[in-house]
């Protein structure tokens, strides 16, 4: 149990989790690697990592092992839950289930309708923020066990907000980027793109770009779809539109 190891044991554990953080935020590892290297800072028997995504005004779930409608309240109800306003609050700490009053529990849909069916019985909601104040997005816990008092794992989570917030972020980041990116294309079919409007060949670009002919039909494939053009002729006629030209 989390409760009967050592600070050092559970200190020992969030630096591999802050490991796991940058390896995510780099794009080397998957958001979940993180959520698993958590478990060793606190057992929980359900967490997610889920990102605010400011356009859409709700969050999205990159790793989690929440039951689909506990998700979907996360995702889509969760910023209306009045414990959400304490928890975006100027104090900007995390809240653990078991200091929540007891009022505001009674006015949570996420406890009463949620959490309580699942029989959780403690756990942390945390929210995080990047470096200039922007909010994210939040980190839940949640455990049908009570944990023990004084828990060394509570101070180490909130140690830990730093590096689950630049996780987060950098999935903000890059999908930000591509929104940017017209259509939603990628750098590469980008590129790809460009070079249709000099009426190349696959194996013409293929030989520009140092990649292989089927790997250009490939992205000419997804440009079609994603810009729902019907050939390459329109790609070209939208491309020249847009101002794109291929590089020298």
């Not at 690697?33 to 356009?55: F, G, I, K, P, Q």
């Amino acid at each position: 149990m989390a409760g009967k190891r050592s600070t050092a044991d559970i200190l020992d554990a969030a630096v591999h989790v802050r490991a796991a953080a940058r390896s995510a935020t780099s794009g080397a590892a998957g958001v979940d690697t993180v959520l698993t290297a958590l478990s060793r800072v606190v057992e929980y028997d359900h967490a997610s990592l889920a990102r605010w995504d400011a356009r859409r005004r709700r969050h999205i779930t990159l790793a989690g092992s929440y039951p689909a409608d506990a998700t979907a309240y996360i995702e889509t109800r969760l910023h209306h839950d009045p414990v959400f306003a304490v928890l975006r609050g100027p104090a900007r700490g995390g809240l653990w289930l078991g200091d929540v009053p007891g009022h505001l529990l009674a006015a949570s849909p996420g406890f009463q309708e949620v959490l309580s069916p699942l029989g959780i019985a403690d756990g942390v909601a945390q929210c995080l923020f990047a470096e200039d104040g922007r909010y994210v997005g939040m980190l839940n816990v949640s455990t049908r066990r009570p944990r023990s008092t004084p828990d060394p794992a509570r101070a180490v989570v909130t140690l830990l907000t730093e590096a689950l917030a630049a996780t987060l972020d950098a999935g903000a980041r890059s999908t930000a980027a591509a929104h940017q990116r017209p259509g939603g294309l990628s750098p590469r079919e980008l590129e790809v793109l460009a070079e249709l409007t000099a009426g190349r060949t696959n194996r013409e670009i293929a030989e520009r770009l140092y990649v292989t002919p089927r790997t250009v039909g490939t992205h000419i494939e997804h440009i079609l779809a994603k810009l729902d053009l019907p050939n390459r002729a329109a790609a070209a006629a939208r491309a020249a539109a847009w101002g794109i030209a291929p590089a020298p």
